[in-house]
C-alpha cells in the first residue's frame, strides 16, 4: 500500500463529505478561472486587435480616466503624420452606445478614415466595404450582428434613432473587434456631436525597435502639453475598464476561495474529530507527527486537487457557452489560457493547505492516550 | 543521548528489557492516583499477565510503559535506557513496541492487509516488501485468506486477528496488549490465547492487561494491581 492509497482510501470511505467539499472548491475554482479568464481573455483581445493593425502606439488626451472620454483635435492626426519616424498616424473616434434596437448595451463603435488601414483590413465576410460617400453606413462585427439578428441591408438605429444601414459584415476570431462596429470617421463624428474631435491616433513608427519607437513617443508628446503617447500594452494595462474587471474578477475570486477555504477548514475540522481514535492508534502504533499532518493535509490536497480539476472543466463549459450567447458573446472570448488554468489549480491547492492546516496541526498535537479514550 | 537504532550490549542479555522505578502518575486534578509507586522488570522473552479490577491503573500503566503517556513521577528504562532519552516518544513505539487494543482499532476504510501494513509507514521498507511482510504476518495469524476484506467484513476474533498481526508488523521487542479478549466471547477468545501461546514459543516477550483468568493462566508470571499499586510480589 502506498502512503496515497490510504488518503484516498479515506477520501472514498465517506464519499457524501467528500463530494460535496470537492464542489465548494468546485465552485470557488469555476468562479476563479472564469471570471479572471474572461477578463485576461478580454485584454488580450484588445492588445492582439493593436498588434494586428500594426500600432506601435495610441496617442490620447492625459489625464482622461477612460479612455473612450480623450477628446483630441482630428488636426492632431496629420501633425503626428509629418513627424519624422511616423510610418502612418490614423484618427480614430470610439464611443460605446446603447441601443434600443436590439437592446443591447455598450456596444462600441469605431470611427476611422474609410482609406486607413484599420478598415482596409476588416475581412467582410458579406456586403461591401464602407465607400467614401453616400447614406451612413456601419461594418458590423459577426457577433455583434447574430446578437443584433442583422444582416447585410438591414438598418440599424443608432442615438435618437438615426439609421444607419449595414453595407457589410466581418469576422473577426478577436471578441473584441467581433462584437464592435466600424463606420466612417466623419459620419460618427457627425452622430456623437463631435466634429473635428477624434479619441485616439493610432501611429506606426516607421523604425520598430524598441529605442526608436521610445524617441517618436518623446516627439509626439512635445507637439502638445496635454497629450500622452503609450505603447499598445501600457495603454490596455492602464485602461481603467480593464483595471476594474480586473478588481472585479479578483473580489469576487477572493470571496469564493474564501469559503471554499472555510468549507474546508469545516470538513477537514470533522475528519480529524470523526477519526480522533484512528489518530490517536496510528499515534501508538509509532506514527510521527509529520506523516499525520501529511496524512490531513494530503487529504484536503487530493479533495482540492479533484475540486480544482471540477471546476476548470466547468470554468471552461461555462465560458464557451457564455460566448456563444447573443448578448455575453460580445465581450466573453471562448477560450481560457492554460496559464489561467494552472492559476486556478494553485489557488485551490493553497485552499487545501490553508483550510488543512489547523485540522492537521490539531491532529498531530493530539495525546494519543486521549484520543483512544475519546468516544 | 545514544543511538536509539544501536545493537543492544551483549552484556544486556540477562539485563531487564523493560523496567519500571517507583512510577506514579497522578491526573490532572490532582485527587486520583492511578498509578501509586510501582516498580517492575520485564525481561525478553517472558510473557507477564497484569491483572486487578476494573480502575485500578492496568490501563494507565500499560499507556505509561508503553510510551503513551508520561508519569508524574518515577522512570522508565527499555534495554537500559530511559524512555525520555528518546527524541520522539514515536519512535519508539514504531521500533520496539506493538500495541493490540482491546477494541482492535482497524481503520475501516481500509482492508486487513493494508491495516496490517499501517506501522511499517515508519520503517524503510517498500511498498512491495510492506505488502509482503503484510501477507506474511497474516498467514501467521491464520488470516491471509481474509487479506482483501475490510474490518467491516470480518468477525470479532478475526479483526483481533488482524490486529495482532499488525502489532507485529515492526518485530516489536515487547508486545503490549490491553483486554485482547474484553470484546470476544469465549470460544473466539481461545483462539487468542493459542495465537499468543503460539508468539511466547517463538520469543516474543508480552505484557497483557486482562480480566481473564484463563488467559492470565498461561502466562510465566502474573501482577496483581489494586488501587493503582502492585500487590503481587514483583517477580
Not at chain 2, 490532582?30 to 509507586?37: C, I, S
Given at each position: 500500500m502506498w502512503f496515497l492509497t490510504y488518503i484516498l482510501a479515506n477520501v472514498k470511505g465517506r464519499i457524501t463529505r467528500s463530494l460535496l467539499t470537492v464542489s465548494g472548491v468546485a465552485v470557488a475554482v469555476a468562479a476563479v478561472v472564469s471570471l479572471v479568464g474572461i477578463v485576461r481573455g478580454f485584454e488580450a483581445s484588445l492588445l492582439e486587435l493593436y498588434d494586428r493593425q500594426g500600432i506601435d502606439l495610441m496617442v490620447s488626451q492625459s489625464g482622461?480616466?477612460?479612455?473612450?472620454s480623450s477628446v483630441l483635435a482630428e488636426s492632431l492626426a496629420d501633425e503626428i503624420a509629418r513627424l519624422?519616424?511616423?510610418?502612418q498616424a490614423y484618427p480614430s473616434l470610439i464611443d460605446a452606445l446603447s441601443l434600443d434596437d436590439g437592446d443591447m448595451m455598450g456596444v462600441v463603435i469605431q470611427g476611422w478614415p474609410v482609406s486607413s488601414q484599420p478598415l482596409r483590413s476588416l475581412e467582410l465576410t458579406e456586403g461591401q466595404p464602407l465607400s467614401d460617400s453616400g447614406p451612413p453606413a456601419v461594418l458590423m462585427g459577426r457577433r455583434l450582428a447574430e446578437a443584433m439578428g442583422k444582416s447585410v441591408g438591414d438598418s440599424v438605429e443608432l442615438l435618437d434613432g438615426e439609421p444607419f444601414s449595414v453595407a457589410g459584415i466581418f469576422d473577426s476570431y478577436n471578441v473584441f473587434e467581433s462584437g464592435s462596429m466600424v463606420t466612417r470617421l466623419a459620419d460618427l463624428q457627425q452622430l456623437l456631436l463631435?466634429?473635428?474631435?477624434?479619441t485616439l491616433v493610432g501611429v506606426v513608427a516607421a523604425d520598430r525597435d524598441p529605442e526608436s519607437v521610445a524617441k517618436l513617443r518623446q516627439r509626439i508628446e512635445d507637439l502638445h502639453p496635454g497629450i500622452d503617447a503609450n505603447p499598445v500594452r501600457e495603454l490596455a494595462e492602464s485602461s481603467t475598464e480593464i483595471r476594474m474587471a480586473r478588481a472585479f474578477a479578483w473580489l469576487t475570486s477572493t470571496i469564493a476561495l474564501l469559503i471554499g477555504s472555510i468549507g474546508m477548514l469545516n470538513t477537514m475540522m470533522m475528519a480529524v474529530f470523526e477519526r480522533t481514535r484512528e489518530i490517536a492508534m496510528l499515534r501508538a502504533l509509532g506514527w510521527r507527527r509529520r506523516r499525520i499532518i501529511a496524512l490531513v493535509l494530503g487529504e484536503a490536497s487530493v479533495l482540492c486537487a479533484a475540486g480544482a480539476a471540477v471546476g476548470i472543466v466547468a470554468a471552461v463549459v461555462l465560458v464557451d457557452t457564455l460566448s456563444k450567447m447573443p448578448e455575453a458573446g460580445r465581450l466573453v472570448a471562448g477560450d481560457i489560457s492554460t496559464a489561467v488554468m494552472l492559476q486556478g489549480l494553485s489557488l485551490a491547492l493553497a485552499l487545501g493547505v490553508l483550510g488543512g492546516l489547523y485540522p492537521a496541526w490539531a491532529a498531530a498535537r493530539m495525546a494519543p492516550v486521549d484520543g483512544l479514550r475519546h468516544d | 543521548m545514544t543511538d536509539p537504532h544501536a545493537e543492544a550490549d551483549p552484556r544486556l542479555e540477562d539485563a531487564p528489557l523493560l523496567e519500571a522505578d517507583s512510577l506514579r502518575r497522578r491526573f490532572a486534578?490532582?485527587?486520583?492516583?492511578?498509578?501509586?509507586?510501582v516498580s517492575l522488570q520485564i525481561r525478553s522473552g517472558e510473557y507477564v499477565a497484569l491483572v486487578g479490577p476494573s480502575g485500578c491503573g492496568k490501563s494507565t500503566l500499560l499507556n505509561l510503559l508503553g510510551g503513551l503517556d508520561r508519569p508524574t513521577e518515577g522512570q522508565i528504562r527499555f534495554r537500559n535506557r530511559?524512555?525520555?532519552?528518546?527524541?520522539d516518544p514515536a519512535r519508539f513505539r514504531a521500533n520496539e513496541l506493538g500495541f493490540v487494543f482491546q477494541s482492535f482499532h482497524?481503520?475501516?476504510?481500509?482492508?486487513a492487509e493494508q491495516n496490517v501494513q499501517l506501522?511499517?509507514?515508519?520503517?524503510?521498507?517498500?511498498a512491495s516488501e510492506r505488502r509482503d511482510k503484510a501477507r506474511h504476518l497474516l498467514d501467521t495469524v491464520g488470516m491471509r485468506h481474509r487479506a482483501r476484506h475490510r474490518p467491516g467484513e470480518l468477525s470479532i476474533g478475526e479483526r483481533q486477528r488482524v490486529a495482532i498481526a499488525r502489532a507485529l508488523a515492526n518485530d516489536p521487542a515487547l508486545l503490549l496488549a490491553d483486554e485482547?479478549?474484553?470484546?470476544?466471547d469465549s470460544v473466539t477468545a481461545k483462539e487468542i490465547f493459542t495465537l499468543l501461546d503460539r508468539l511466547r514459543v517463538d520469543g516474543t516477550t508480552i505484557l497483557l492487561v486482562t480480566h481473564d483468568p484463563n488467559l492470565a493462566r498461561r502466562a510465566h508470571r502474573t501482577l496483581s494491581m489494586r488501587d493503582g499499586r502492585l500487590v503481587s510480589p514483583e517477580g
Open positions: 482622461r480616466v477612460q479612455l473612450t519624422d519616424g511616423v510610418a463631435r466634429d473635428g474631435d477624434i | 486534578d490532582g485527587q486520583v492516583m492511578a498509578v501509586d509507586d530511559p524512555l525520555d532519552d528518546w527524541p482497524l481503520v475501516s476504510v481500509l482492508n506501522p511499517m509507514f515508519e520503517t524503510p521498507l517498500r485482547p479478549t474484553g470484546n470476544l
